[in-house]
């Protein structure tokens, strides 16, 4: 790269959660740009998270986030060729127009054929939970309709068999895409979504180990965002000796269970502080005593009130909560979630419900088990402990300011490197 000129570095997510906008975001933030020219590519630009920034915004298409969650729920196929291929032509037209040193993605499957087509050197942000190098006893089974069918023991019995099928299923449209130009298959849906030149984990290996890990596959650290948002009037009306937990299921948790978290928080007398992230109302006057409710709150400050925290069960709020010592309680839906979850879960740091068949009492039953047993919030502060050692977004500035020294123009192709992984 001529170092004469800013690094043109270019973050494009798939804009279908919070979270991945989130956390390329503060990825980007943590450049320096007097010496980084920062482009960002996204469906959307929410000013919650955009605020006070001078990136570059590109709008490109994504498909719509009630589409992906309707297919998640239905167990479909998230992306077609056809739809891989509209990805494909626009970021090729971005890269020709910005000719980006770097293109740092997350979750956009289709940098895998634009990056490697346009020799773009790619860095692919995702959890360690999907490298194919994680140590694990096999991968959990999420909620699908066939679970509702059959039940969660019995479709047990056949996830493990049917999963290499699943999984070859959810890659063809890359694979096949690929083929078009030429690219030699990538493999299956891990090897797909932690493909790239360099594949960086904001996780810490304490949590999420793996082994034989290849040069070109790092950890950063927890990538952690919090809400820059002002604290409710409620705030400081609450009660400084009463339990507390902090709730939000996210931008694509299951949100119809709220009622019955809030439900379970009245019945074991605790104080919840409730944020919905704009996704429902609810009638504050219908609310149990020492229940408040919000759209946004800094989740950090919420979290660090609180005796334990409620999410999705996603690395998002989980991580959060690790940071802040406090044990997660994870309504798990997707199987992302139910990866992060599992995780927790058997580091000790957390409960894990299925959100599919969560009902009342059994949301109770888990949350009285988290607030009262020591033993969730001593696990949960010895991860606290492990995450203060890392610092992610000061972890990727580093990494790029060494991969560009290195002379990337002078690295060979991604497909070859794809290739000879």
């Known amino acids: ?39 960002f590519a996204s469906a959307a630009f929410d000013e919650l998270i955009f605020r006070d920034t001078t990136f570059h915004r590109h709008t490109l298409y994504s498909l719509d986030a009630a589409t992906i969650d309707a297919r998640v729920a239905g167990g479909r196929r998230l992306y077609g060729e056809r739809t891989l291929a509209r990805y494909v032509s626009e970021e090729r037209a971005l890269f020709a127009a910005i000719r980006p040193d770097v293109v740092v993605g997350d979750l956009r499957l289709s940098l895998a054929v634009s990056a490697a087509v346009d020799r773009v050197p790619y860095a692919n942000l995702i959890n360690a939970y999907w490298s194919p190098f994680a140590v694990r006893d096999g991968f959990p089974l999420p909620d699908h309709p066939i679970v509702r069918l059959l039940g969660v023991e019995l479709a047990a019995q056949h996830f493990g068999k049917a999963l290499p099928f699943v999984f070859a299923h959810f890659a063809a449209p890359v694979n096949a895409l690929r083929a078009t130009y030429g690219l030699p298959e990538l493999g299956s849906l891990p090897e797909i979504l932690t493909g790239g030149d360099q594949t960086l984990f904001p996780d810490v290996p304490a949590l999420i180990p793996t082994r034989a890990l290849p040069p070109y596959q790092q950890y950063l650290g927890p990538v952690l965002w919090s809400p820059p948002v002002a604290l409710p009037a409620w705030w400081d009306r609450l009660d ?9 299921l996210g931008s694509s ?13 009245g019945a074991l007398g605790l104080q919840a502080l409730v944020a919905t992230a704009g996704r429902t109302k609810i009638n504050a006057s219908a609310l149990p005593p020492h229940v408040h409710v919000t759209d946004y709150l800094p989740g950090h400050l919420a979290a660090r009130r609180a005796l334990a925290v409620v999410s999705n069960g996603g690395s998002t709020t989980g991580y959060q909560a690790l940071a802040e010592g406090r044990p997660v309680l994870g309504l798990a839906f997707n199987l992302d979630q139910y990866l992060a979850m599992t995780a927790i879960q058997d580091a000790g740091a957390g409960i894990l419900v299925r959100a599919g068949n969560a009902e009342a009492t059994g949301i109770r039953a888990a949350l009285k088990d988290l607030v009262e047993r020591p033993t969730f919030l001593a696990a949960a502060q010895g991860l606290a402990d492990e995450f203060r050692r890392w610092d992610g977004p000061a972890t990727f500035a580093a990494w ?5 020294a290195s002379g990337v123009d002078d690295r060979p192709p991604a497909t070859v490197r794809m290739a000879a992984s």
């Open 1 to 39: 790269m001529n170092r004469a000129r800013p690094g043109r570095i270019l973050f494009v997510c798939e804009a279908v959660t919070l979270a991945q906008v989130v956390r390329l975001a503060t990825l980007a933030r943590a450049l320096d740009p007097a010496r980084y020219q920062i482009h």
């Open 240 to 248: 400084p000796e009463r339990p507390t937990i902090y709730v939000t």
């Open 253 to 265: 948790g299951r949100v119809n269970l709220l009622p019955q978290v809030i439900e379970a928080a």
């Open 400 to 404: 790029l300011d060494r991969f560009l």
